[in-house]
């Protein structure tokens, strides 16, 4: 599904670095989402905008920022990363009022050594 | 909190059965249930959603049922395939709401 994409698509980095992953959509929804996968396990959601000036947390959020540069793109930084941040994150978009689901973007597997 | 629980965590059957996910929902004000399948590796994609002016919908092999009194929601998947093997995650969302609300997950393992 190209209408969500992620960059970068795998990153290795150390500890203490900081990191920003990217999300970009051409679907022309409001509200996108970052949320986190560890092996085995379920989504959880990091961060979540219904517009440029609305941010919110997430069940996950210490140790994260993001911003909403555009309602296209919408970026999830790693301030300081550490190794229990290694997981799989996904960003994902929604319309408000005409709900049809939510679409992911492909991934970014990040890993903190 | 509103929160979603899905049973079972594992799934497992035999090629050509059914298999049947269900999950309970809390917030009575929810309106949509969407499903999502996420092969290994992937990403969760859409597979079938159910609104809640809606008792039951079918979409090939695949069915969702609807309960708003109990609020409870099921996947069926007949004549399963390995394939069909996924996580499957079911999710409560109100319109105009604050967010999704997802289950835990089911693994799916269909044997050939």
């Known amino acids: 599904d190209a209408d969500v994409t992620q960059t970068p698509r795998n990153r290795i980095t150390k500890t203490g670095k900081r990191i920003m992953l990217e999300c970009s959509q051409t679907?022309?929804?409001?509200?996108m989402y970052w949320y986190r996968q560890d092996p085995g396990l379920g989504l959880r959601l990091i961060y979540y905008s219904f517009d440029v000036k609305d941010i919110n947390k997430g069940e996950i959020s210490d140790g994260y920022s993001v911003s909403r540069q555009a309602q296209a793109k919408f970026s999830l930084s790693l301030e300081s990363a550490i190794p229990n941040q290694t997981a799989l994150y996904f960003c994902a978009t929604s319309d408000s009022w005409t709900p049809d689901g939510m679409y992911f973007g492909p991934g970014t597997r990040l890993t903190v050594t | 909190g509103e929160n979603v629980e899905q049973h079972p965590s594992t799934l497992s059957v035999q090629e050509g059965d059914s298999a049947v996910i269900k999950c309970t929902y809390s917030?009575?004000?929810?309106?949509?249930f969407p499903w999502y399948k996420q092969e290994l590796g992937k990403r969760p994609q859409l597979i079938i959603d159910?609104?809640?002016?809606?008792g039951e919908k079918k979409d090939q092999r695949i069915a969702v049922t609807l309960n708003k009194t109990a609020k409870h929601f099921s996947l069926h998947i007949t004549e399963t395939q390995p394939e069909d093997s996924a996580v499957y995650f079911c999710?409560?969302?109100?319109?105009?709401?604050?967010?999704?609300?997802f289950g835990a997950g089911t693994r799916l393992f269909v044997k050939a």
């Open positions: 917030d009575s004000a929810s309106n949509y």
């Open positions: 679907k022309g929804h409001d509200r």
């Open positions: 999710a409560a969302h109100r319109t105009g709401g604050f967010k999704t609300i």
């Open positions: 159910i609104r809640s002016n809606v």
